[in-house]
Each structure stands twice: as structure tokens, then as C-alpha cells.
């Protein structure tokens, strides 16, 4: 019901449903592939400005909430956004690298927060491959230690990994990994060149075979009502490839609001005007969505595929058209 | 004689509007609810704590229907979310 009737509704009538708060772009870990450019600055938002933001939100019946970064945990009013995120109704989502996630911290955000859900990212099914990711020794270690006692606190957790060539020979063993710790694992990706068009990132893209193992071992684990809910999804809405400039925006630590997370033309900027006037008249987000229905359109005959992914993502695309050709031709294949 | 039963939502409760329908998480039992437009407006109202005669007059008041099928109606929704642990019944 919710993905056949109620999602093409909220598409229908232009309900922001999700929104993402970038917090931060500082982080305690120095991932090698990490998307965000980390020369983007600003003005960051106060306090005041999210409780404003919040509110608007509220009123305009978004429902789910993602707290995100760089390492949300590092924005010094983190707590005081997830508080006032909890009472005023959303459903909270929380990304982080898990670094963190110590007891205390865990117990705080249970408190305080009340999160649907904590999502880490896993970057091996090792100290060895995690931290050659992360750049920071201890870190798979840590991770795993704070997994285990948030958990045993009753925090909701999931995982995130995306297959690299480093990591791509562990993929079974991460899914194995996460089935011990009781973990449900997801996968995204691609590996794509960051959000100002560095193609560094490229230099570790995985075979296309290890997304096909990685897409595999997820669809192995699907239960009934993932399943049904992706096919529902899926038979809704045939004719974008997301849900871009229609159901969900995003927004920096400066207050510049997004389409999407990787879209980074800005619609507008809070510190300017509200949510509600750029949500409501900025033609960004509906550029955006005439961008991922011509996407669809290019996939009727064959599913999609993108840096080997099985996927399409129209913000991967324009930051690879930023990317130098020559610096594509380097990095575009496995290493 | 008038229930003295009050309904609450649970606190890991959250919905917002769609329209004229609305959506449901319970956060600790992971699931989404579609509401209809009498199960929102049931919904909201439990915002404050309520009595069954005073969710059923403020059903009375806001949908054209009759008291008999109201009452029904209502009894049968009211089961179906403390089954889904939506509802919190005290006194």
C-alpha cells in the first residue's frame, strides 16, 4: 500500500517525505573514496536556523529525516537538532561511520534521539581492508566494538558497504559478518568521482563482477516484505529512475538546499529565504526530475549500468562529466 | 455509562498527512501503516489523550455517518491498532 498508492501521492502533490541534513563535512576518519569536496565552504546554519528548518519541515509533512555528513556526530549541536527532530515527529535516520558510536554516545542518542534506525558504513570484513579504506588504524576494531554495545542497548543498526577493488575479494564475508552480528547490510555505490569532479576515487573501482556477487548475496537476504515492497516500487512509478525534485531534498552544512545529496547546484539558501519558497519555486528540482525521467527512458530496453554498478545515478553522471576525459580514460577501468 | 478507558498513542509513534490519508511508523516494531482519512483523523486526535466517546464525537463531527456504524467501525479500529501496538489503552 505504501509504495503502490501512498508514494506516487506523495510524487503527485510535491511532498518533501525525506530530507537529508548534511550536518557536517568534518569527519574522524579520512575515507579514501569519500564523495564530499572537502574545499566546499560556507556559512554554516545555527542552531536557530535548524529549529526554524525543522519546524518548516514538520509542517510540510516530511516524515523521514537523515541525519548525515561528513560524521553528523562531530556537529557540535547534534544532540539539540535530534532532540527537537524527536519531538516534533520525524522519523529519524542517523548515517555515520560508527567511530563515535561509543557507549555513551549510543545512550544518549537512544535517549534522546530515538532514531529509527543508525546506519554505519563497513568498508571490509577486516582491520586490514576496513582501515586501508578509512585511513585510520583501530577504526574496524572500534567499529565493531561499538556496534556490539550499541546494539546490546537496543539501537536499531544496519550497515552500508560499497564494493571497491579493495574490498571486493571480502564481499561474502562482510554479508557473513553482518549476519553474525544480526546486522542487515546494504549496498550502494558506485564508486564515482566526488562531488566536485575528482576522479581519484575511480582508481579503486571494483570488477563489475563484484557488484553482480554483492548485488547477489543482498538479494539473498530480502525478506518477503522487502521483496514485495521493491516490486510494488518498482511497478509504481516506471517512468523516472528516482524520486528526485519530488519527494525528498537536501541540505547542506551552509544552508544550501539540494535535489539530491549529489546534486550540488543549489535550488537556494536558507540563509536567504525558507524551505518552504525554495521548495515550492525553484525550478531546480523540477530541472532534476526531467533529468531522471529522460534517464529512465534510456533503460527501457536494457536494465541500467553504471561504473559497473547495476544502477543509474544522474548525480554519478554529471560529476563524471566534470571529471578531465583524460583523467576518465586513467581511472574508468578496474585497476 | 460513559467509558472511563483513555486512548493514548505509543510513544514510538510517527505519521504525517498525504493528502487525505496518512502514513504510520512504529519505530520499535519497524513497520508502516497507511492510514485512511478516518484512521488520520483518529490518529490526530490522539495526540492528546481521548476517551472512546470523545473520538467518537469528533468522528460524529467531522464525517457524514451514522452513529451505529461509527461505533462499530470505530471498536473494530481501535482493536486493530492496539493489535498493532499503535494504541495504548489505560484506566
Known amino acids: 500500500m505504501y509504495f503502490s498508492t501512498i508514494l506516487p501521492k506523495i510524487r503527485a502533490l510535491r511532498i518533501p517525505h525525506s530530507v537529508s541534513l548534511e550536518l557536517t563535512y568534518r569527519c574522524n576518519l579520512n575515507c579514501f573514496y569519500c564523495y564530499n569536496d572537502r574545499e566546499r565552504s560556507g556559512k554554516p546554519l545555527s542552531l536557530a536556523q535548524y529549529e526554524t ?5 514538520a509542517r510540510m509533512q516530511t516524515l523521514f529525516l537523515l541525519l548525515t555528513g561528513g560524521e553528523p556526530l562531530m556537529h557540535p549541536h547534534f544532540f539539540a537538532i535530534g532532540r527537537l527532530s524527536r519531538e516534533l515527529g520525524f522519523v529519524v535516520q542517523i548515517r555515520t561511520n560508527g567511530h563515535s558510536l561509543i557507549p555513551s554516545v549510543a545512550k544518549r542518542i537512544l ?61 561474502e564475508d ?50 518477503p516484505s522487502t521483496r514485495k515492497a521493491s516490486e510494488e516500487n518498482l511497478s509504481a512509478e516506471p517512468s523516472a529512475l528516482c524520486s528526485v525534485g519530488v519527494a525528498g531534498l537536501d541540505i547542506d ?34 530541472r532534476a526530475r526531467q533529468a531522471s525521467i529522460q534517464a529512465a527512458q534510456r533503460f527501457t530496453q536494457e536494465p541500467p549500468r553504471q561504473l559497473g554498478a547495476p544502477l543509474f545515478c544522474i548525480a554519478v553522471e554529471e560529476n563524471l562529466a566534470k571529471t578531465p576525459c583524460n583523467a576518465c580514460a586513467k581511472f574508468t577501468k578496474p585497476e | ?47 492528546q489523550p481521548q476517551t472512546r466517546e ?4 469528533s468522528i460524529l463531527e467531522h464525517f457524514a455517518v451514522e452513529e451505529a456504524q461509527a461505533a462499530a467501525d470505530l471498536d473494530a479500529y481501535l482493536r486493530a491498532l492496539e493489535r498493532e501496538e499503535v494504541l495504548l489503552r489505560q484506566g
Not at chain 1, 534506525?117 to 579504506?133: F, I, M, N, Y
Not at chain 1, 562482510?174 to 564508486?191: A, K, N
Not at chain 1, 538546499?257 to 546534486?263: D, Q, W, Y
Not at chain 2, 470523545?54 to 464525537?57: A, N, P
Request: net charge neutral; hydrophobic share 40%.
Open chain 2, 54 to 57: 470523545t473520538l467518537m464525537r
Open chain 1, 253 to 286: 552544512p551552509y544552508g544550501n538546499v539540494l535535489a539530491c545529496i549529489h546534486l550540488r547546484t543549489p535550488a537556494g539558501n536558507l540563509h536567504e529565504q525558507s524551505i518552504e519558497t525554495i521548495w515550492h519555486h525553484s525550478p531546480i528540482f523540477q
Open chain 2, 1 to 47: 455509562m460513559a467509558s472511563l478507558e483513555i486512548f493514548s498513542l505509543h510513544p514510538q509513534v510517527r505519521y504525517r498527512q498525504v493528502a487525505d490519508e496518512g502514513v504510520l511508523v512504529h519505530l520499535a516494531r519497524g513497520r508502516v501503516l497507511v492510514l485512511n482519512a478516518v484512521g488520520l483523523h483518529i490518529v490526530q486526535t490522539l495526540r
Open chain 1, 53 to 57: 528548518l525543522l519546524r518548516d519541515l
Open chain 1, 111 to 171: 535517549r534522546e534521539v530515538e532514531p529509527y534506525l543508525v546506519e554505519v558504513s563497513l568498508h571490509g570484513a577486516t582491520a586490514e581492508v576496513h582501515d586501508r579504506q578509512t585511513r585510520v588504524p583501530g577504526s574496524f576494531d572500534r567499529l565493531l566494538a561499538n556496534l556490539k554495545s550499541a546494539q546490546a542497548l537496543g539501537l536499531r543498526l544496519g550497515a552500508v558497504m560499497t564494493p571497491t577493488a579493495w574490498n571486493e575479494h571480502q564481499i
Open chain 1, 174 to 223: 562482510m554479508f557473513h559478518l553482518c549476519d553474525d552480528l544480526g546486522l542487515p547490510l546494504r549496498v550502494q555505490g558506485p564508486v564515482a568521482p566526488r562531488d566536485n569532479g575528482d576522479p581519484t576515487p575511480l582508481r579503486i573501482r571494483p570488477s563489475d563482477a563484484a557488484w553482480d556477487r554483492a548485488m547477489q548475496e543482498m538479494m539473498r537476504r530480502r525478506t
